[in-house]
């Protein structure tokens, strides 16, 4: 476990490759899934290849939600969803 006094400034160090899993890469298997579906004939339809895209762009995005758990655990700080994202807003602006 990390130190919180280690951080700098409360932030976490993407500067080690065991941080590297914190990064959603769903689009880019999806991609590849799609190319190899593509090329062997198994993905014909454009329905099915854009429900792949559509359910990888969720899970990424559910991935960058969910990774603010790890960030808390790591840090000791639990960020609020509108000091994460300053952009979404729950209820009346």
């Known amino acids: 476990m990390i130190e919180p006094n280690s951080l700098v400034g409360n932030s976490v160090q993407f500067e080690t490759l065991?941080?590297?899993?914190?990064?959603?890469?769903?689009?880019?298997?999806?991609?590849?899934?799609?190319?190899?579906?593509?090329?062997?004939?198994?993905?014909?339809t454009k329905p099915v290849t854009a429900a792949i895209v559509v359910l990888s762009t969720l899970m990424s995005f559910l991935h960058t939600l969910g990774v603010f758990n790890v960030y808390k655990e790591i840090i000791g700080i639990t960020p609020t969803i509108g000091e994460t994202f300053h952009w979404l807003h729950v209820g009346a602006l």
């Not at 065991?18 to 198994?42: C, D, E, H, K, T």
């Open 18 to 44: 065991s941080n590297v899993w914190m990064v959603a890469i769903y689009p880019l298997i999806a991609f590849a899934i799609i190319m190899f579906g593509r090329w062997q004939g198994f993905l014909k």
